[in-house]
């Protein structure tokens, strides 16, 4: 397993800053949120888009993933769907980003799937993934799989297993790993008080089962990313990442295949 830390648990912080706390936590990789606040977004030209990729590189580190928004789900046009995630596809590419985040946002995995087949051949041109993370309306590994299933598209588009939601959702580790197992290609770690309250929590502080998935992921072989996705963004009272990140090091050295 590989270590990366997201963006968003440093609101308010710029990429240098990222960077420098990324280096001095042993981590190798960012996961870089796309968002205005941050400066990395789809709206960057080509020159801002170098100057972060180089910027990264320099720092001795790979950016893992791009945290998008889209929602491959989202009831509506498909048109506008596929527009943005075409966007965040190519700044992944120009980044040299192996990959980008999205949500379902909606229940319907047909529509999802149709969206994920329209983008796979520009995804495939480019060398970069979607990544459909196990969130609101899709968040077990079970509802995740049935989409990627119909989408078909497994070279283009795979699972991101946040180890929170499915099991807040009454979905045991096995079980998501089991769904997943196709399509995994990327975990974000975390602790949270209990499966009613989400408040990020120190690992192995809260009620996550962190051994559990950890032991898992490691029989499976799992030797992808790992990112430390503390919510300090949406949580601004809890502890600074850099509290957090020895923590989620560990937990990658204790279970890293």
Do not use: N
Request: proline share 7%.
């Amino acid at each position: 397993m590989r270590l990366a830390v997201s963006t968003l648990g440093m609101p308010g912080a710029g990429l240098d800053e990222a960077i420098e706390a990324a280096v001095r936590h042993h981590c190798q990789g960012l996961e870089l949120r796309l968002h205005p606040d941050t400066g990395v977004h789809a709206g960057l030209d080509r020159d801002q888009r170098l100057s972060v990729r180089r910027r990264v590189e320099r720092a001795g580190l790979e950016i893992a993933a791009l945290a998008g928004y889209v929602g491959v789900c989202r009831p509506g046009d498909d048109e506008p769907v596929v527009e943005a995630l075409l966007a965040d596809l190519a700044l992944a590419a120009d980044l040299g980003a192996p990959g980008v985040r999205v949500f379902p946002r909606g229940g319907d995995p047909a529509v999802g799937a149709g969206r994920l087949k329209a983008v796979s051949g520009t995804a495939a041109d480019l060398g970069v993934r979607v990544l459909v993370e196990t969130h609101d309306q899709m968040a077990t590994g079970a509802a995740l799989a049935e989409l990627l299933a119909q989408a078909g598209t497994p070279e283009t588009a795979g699972a991101m297993w946040d180890l929170l939601h499915p099991w807040r959702h009454g979905e045991a580790p096995a079980d998501t790993l089991a769904a997943l197992a196709p399509y995994l290609a990327y975990v974000q770690v975390k602790d949270a008080v209990s499966a009613e309250d989400t408040t990020p929590v120190p690992m192995w502080s809260g009620s996550v089962p962190l051994d559990e998935a950890g032991e898992l992921l490691r029989a499976a072989g799992y030797d992808g990313w790992v990112s430390l996705e503390w919510e300090r963004t949406w949580y601004p009272q809890v502890a600074p990442v850099e509290e957090i990140l020895p923590g989620a090091a560990e937990w990658v050295r204790r279970f890293g295949a």
